[in-house]
Structure formats: structure tokens, C-alpha cells
């Protein structure tokens, strides 16, 4: 028995041993960019392959995290500060990405750097009066700069109370003056995209915290103002003087109770709303830019003016794009397209996705098929573009360009841009380069200056394989920020401004915008106009897709009977609209 008790123990203290032996151990300090120190953090390590997750909490400003060896992990840092702001707890700094490291047997270093981060508390309340909590929000909020409307590195947190009461925060840089996106309800089917900022002055704040911000009333005070500035702005009739006085007084009168506060500035911000989509309509209405005065003189052969003669003009056409989708998948025939064409329809965007175009290297898959349809559409007169030429997921890249070191990844992408552009798009108007890109480097753990290089991979390969194609960048869905990394979450303005600064070819400025598809709410007249503005500063054609309706309904009337044929497919309302 005491052999046995003798064998057993060794036998565990061998085994204790292997597992020390076997373990990896990722350690490193944890410092802010303003010198201070976080109280405690959250490090997080996920497996690539298994998606499974470690983790620990700091302890003064370091960290230890045992791992398994043979690995490789994705390494994320959380701060988990409690900073009160009135009963409210947030955290006063970012999240931030430590790095991708593959683990071997012994000890790997890896310092995490966070910047200190102020959080806007977003209290709102719905019609019955209670109190929204965290999960009540949606996706579609996040915050812009106040000026240039770009939206901005933030981060979405729970906010927790001392009362076991959550809201939804969002952390913004220290020094920034931002607005706040968020979805809002205008009538029981139809919502919306609208910004709430302080009045009118933006939030801003020097220091690391937090406050409170009243969502209800500013997103009614923010619309107010908006419609103000746009009807002083104007150089048009008012069409909203009297409706101004008449909200900013309701909004000025005594609010008893939390569901009459959402009551009455859910009536404002519906009525603002109308009123500035009524002013933005109006405004490109009477745009110049829109028109052109045309003054027509009936000669004899001598020259002379003929008198009497009754002339009128039609405009059969326009340089303005308007387009949709021509790819290989969609459904539409050769007569569907004509009478497209003859509708008014001057443009089509092709799709090149790589799964479905590549899916093994050096072969190119229905080559024919696809020849065929751009040789069909540009038979028409259509101008072409192109998109797509890899969807961002992983899980739809070909096996190939899968499990790639990044420069045999870079690689990878060059050739296939070049075979797809070479072959199918050197008598195209256009050729996108799309944030998807900096979505799916992301995915494949790829960091912002790999992600920034694959993007020049991605042009030099156009430029090249198809001289003379103006390019684009587009960012997609570009008001809503989709991850921590400022690729993304930077707006097309200033995106686009990085790539103008280096001095690459880009000719357009992109929108890939998906307006009230399915349960998504749409973006106002208003706010439509007022990027579309911001954008033309910058000195570049602007080139947007639309998915869904590009207008919200004003007082149940469309003014615009467009939507950009919804998707790949020609819905059949619209078919049976230009087929009579």
C-alpha cells in the first residue's frame, strides 16, 4: 500500500510537472496615454481556431495569463474602472486590442496601451415611461464629430447603477465634440436615424468620466434646432417659421412625468423632422446645380428667325448615374433590362464576390457567363461598375486564400483583383474598394496597418490590370462604426482623406448605405443632406449605392417614388410599374 501511495504521488507530481511544462503564459503592464493607470482590466484571449475564450483580471497595472501552448489567440484589454457619475458607473477608458500572438512553451510579453475615454449616459424613456435599459437600444447608435458629422472612434457600453439599473453608454475620445446617433420612432412601421447634440453645441469633455445626457428632450431640441439653422441657412422662402415657434414652445412647457416627456418631444421631433425634410426638398428643388437655363431659336436657311413656331423639349437623359444592381445572380432578362434602359436607368453595379468568382486559384468560374452579361449590359449603353470582389466573411473566402500569412494573404488578394479586373472590368466607369475589406483583415487578425497596406494591394492591383478605371472608396454603411478600429469606424470623409494625403488614385468618394432594409430604420432627408454636403468638401464625385428606400415618408406621401431596386433583385412592383 505504501509502494502504491509512493507510485500514485509521483505519478501526480509528474503530472503536475508536464501541465507546467506544457502551459504558455502571456504577461505585460497596463498604461494609459495619459500616464494614469487603470484600477482593474479584463484581458481576454481568444483561440482563432476554436473561438474558445481565457481570461483574468489585472492586478495593479500588470497582468499574468496561463494559456495552453501551440495556440494562436487574439488578446483584448477592458478596463474595468468605477468612476460614479451620479449613481451611474463607467469605466473612463477605451477597450483596446493588445495584439494576435501565437503561444508557445514559456513566457510572452505584450504591454497594453489604453486611452483615457469620457461616456455619454443615454436615459430614455418609452411612451409608457419606463425607464430604457441597455437592452432596449438597438445597434444604430453611436457618436459622430459635431462639425464634419464623421463618425468617430466609440465604444458601446453597459452602464450599471447603483440601484441594479443598466443603460447604454457611449465612450468617446477625451477633447472631442460629438453628437450622438440613435434610432427613433416616428410612427408605429417607420423609424428613423436622429442625432441629439446638447442643443446644438456638441458634448465634449477634458477629462475622464462621464454625464448624463436626457435623450428624449435633446433629440426633440437638437431637431428643433437643425430646422432653425437650416431655415436661416436658406435662401429660399421659410417653410418652417411658424412650426419652429410653435415646437420650441412645447418643448419649453412644463413636463410632469416621464411619459409625457416622451409623449410631447416624440411630437416635436416627428413634426422637426417633416419640416426639415420639407426644407432639404425644396432646397433641391431650386438648386442650380440640378437645372440649366436652355434658350431655343427656329431659323430659316438665310438665318432668319421663324415666328409662330410652337416648340417643346424633353429630357431623355442626364449625366447624374442612376443604377442598379447587373451582377451574374440577378434575375432580370434581356427585356426587363431594356426597358430599364428606356426608363431612365444609365448605370449597373456588378458584383465579384471571390468564393464564387475564384474559388480556385488560377481559375476563374463562370468566365463565359459573366463576359456574356457585361457584354449584354454595356450593349445597352449601361456605364458598369464594379463591387464586391470579396464579401467580408470568412467564412465565404475560398480554402486557399484561408489560414494565409499576412503577406501570403496580400498576395493572394493581389492576383485575384488582377485577374478579376484584368478579365471582366477594363471598359468599366468604376471599381470600388470597400471598407468590407478592413471587416474582413479583422476577422483574420490582421492589425489597422496590415489592414491600411491590403488596401493599397487592393488599389495598385486595379490601377494596374485596368489603366485609365476610376476607383472609389467606399465605405459601407458608413454611419454606422462596426469595431474598435479607426478603418472602420472613421467615416468615408476622413478615411477617404488618408488616402488623398498619400497621394493614391482615388477619384470617388463612396456611400454603400443600407436604408431602411428590412428592420432597419432609414436616414432622414436631413441627415442624407447634411453628409452629402460635408462630402463635397472634400473635392471629389460622390458615388452612393442605396439598398432600400432612399427617402422617409413625409406626411405619409412619398416625394420620391425610388427605391434603389432593393438588393440583387428587380422587385416586381417595380417591374410591373415600367412594364405597364
Known amino acids: 500500500m505504501r509502494q502504491f501511495n509512493y507510485t500514485a504521488k509521483r505519478i501526480y507530481t509528474f503530472i503536475t510537472l508536464l501541465s507546467i511544462v506544457s502551459a504558455a503564459t502571456l504577461t505585460g ?14 484581458i481576454m484571449a481568444v483561440d482563432i481556431l476554436t473561438t474558445q475564450n481565457y481570461t483574468t483580471l489585472s492586478t495593479g497595472n500588470t497582468y499574468t495569463l496561463n494559456l495552453p501552448d501551440n495556440i494562436m489567440v487574439q ?36 504591454d497594453v496601451t489604453v486611452d483615457p475615454s469620457y461616456t455619454i449616459i443615454l436615459i430614455s424613456y418609452n411612451s409608457q415611461g419606463h425607464l430604457l435599459g441597455s437592452k432596449d437600444f438597438t445597434v444604430f447608435n453611436w457618436a459622430v464629430d459635431h462639425v464634419s458629422k464623421a463618425a468617430i472612434r466609440g465604444s458601446k457600453i453597459v452602464v450599471p447603477s447603483i440601484n441594479n439599473v443598466d443603460t447604454l453608454g457611449i465612450s468617446v475620445p477625451l477633447n472631442s465634440l460629438v453628437s450622438i446617433m440613435t434610432e427613433t420612432s416616428i410612427s408605429d412601421s417607420e423609424k428613423v436615424i436622429t442625432p441629439s447634440d446638447n442643443n446644438g453645441n456638441g458634448i465634449t469633455s477634458s477629462v475622464a468620466g462621464g454625464e448624463i445626457l436626457m435623450l428624449n428632450l435633446d433629440i426633440a431640441r437638437t431637431a428643433v434646432s437643425r430646422v432653425q439653422s437650416k431655415n436661416v441657412d436658406s435662401s429660399y422662402v421659410s417653410l418652417a417659421t411658424s412650426s419652429i415657434t410653435t415646437m420650441s414652445d412645447s418643448l419649453n412647457s412644463n413636463m410632469p412625468n416621464t411619459s409625457e416627456v416622451a409623449r410631447i418631444t416624440g411630437t416635436v421631433t416627428n413634426n422637426a423632422i417633416y419640416a426639415e425634410t420639407a426644407l432639404d426638398i425644396t432646397k433641391a428643388q431650386r438648386s442650380q446645380y440640378r437645372m440649366s437655363n436652355v434658350n431655343i431659336k427656329v431659323v430659316d436657311e438665310n438665318g432668319k428667325a421663324v415666328d409662330g413656331i410652337r416648340m417643346s423639349m424633353d429630357n431623355k437623359g442626364q449625366d447624374f448615374r442612376f443604377g442598379v444592381k447587373g451582377g451574374l445572380y440577378n434575375i432580370n432578362t434581356t427585356s426587363a433590362w431594356k426597358l430599364l434602359k428606356d426608363a431612365g436607368v444609365n448605370s449597373a453595379t456588378v458584383d465579384f464576390w471571390w468564393s464564387a468568382t475564384e474559388p480556385s486559384s488560377g481559375h476563374l468560374e463562370n468566365s463565359d ?51 478579376v479586373v484584368g478579365t471582366y472590368c477594363k471598359q468599366f466607369e468604376l471599381i470600388e474598394v470597400s471598407t468590407d475589406l478592413n471587416i474582413l483583415g479583422q476577422s483574420l487578425g490582421f492589425d489597422d496597418s496590415q489592414i491600411l497596406s491590403l488596401q ?13 478605371v476610376r476607383t472609389s472608396i467606399t465605405a459601407s454603411s458608413s ?20 488616402w488623398i494625403d498619400a497621394g493614391l488614385p482615388v477619384d470617388d468618394i463612396g456611400h454603400s448605405i443600407y436604408n431602411g432594409v428590412d428592420a432597419e430604420p432609414q436616414y432622414t432627408i436631413g441627415c442624407l443632406s447634411s453628409l452629402l454636403d460635408t462630402d463635397i468638401t472634400m473635392g471629389r464625385n460622390v458615388s452612393i449605392r442605396v439598398y432600400g428606400t432612399i427617402i422617409c415618408t413625409f ?17 416586381e412592383e417595380y417591374r410591373r410599374d415600367y412594364m405597364g
Open 369 to 419: 457567363v459573366i463576359t456574356c452579361r457585361i457584354q449584354e449590359l454595356l450593349s445597352l449603353g449601361l456605364k458598369l461598375r464594379a463591387t464586391g470582389l470579396f464579401k467580408p466573411s470568412t467564412s465565404v473566402l475560398p480554402a486557399y486564400a484561408t489560414g494565409l500569412s499576412f503577406d501570403k494573404f496580400g498576395q493572394a488578394l493581389k492576383d485575384h483583383v488582377t485577374a
Open 75 to 110: 488578446v483584448t484589454a477592458t478596463p474595468t474602472n468605477n468612476i460614479d457619475v451620479n449613481g451611474w458607473t463607467v469605466p473612463g477608458y477605451f477597450p483596446a486590442s493588445v495584439g494576435t500572438f501565437q503561444m508557445d512553451t514559456g513566457n510572452t510579453k505584450a
Open 29 to 42: 503592464r497596463i498604461i494609459s496615454t495619459d500616464g494614469t493607470t487603470p484600477k482593474q482590466s479584463l
Open 479 to 498: 454611419f454606422i462604426p462596426q469595431s474598435q478600429s479607426w478603418l472602420v469606424s472613421q467615416s468615408s470623409i476622413m478615411y477617404t482623406q488618408h
Open 456 to 468: 493599397q494591394v487592393s488599389l495598385r492591383a486595379i490601377n494596374s490590370a485596368a489603366p485609365g
Open 555 to 571: 406626411r405619409k406621401e412619398k416625394h420620391i417614388h425610388a427605391t434603389v431596386l432593393y438588393g440583387s433583385i428587380f422587385q
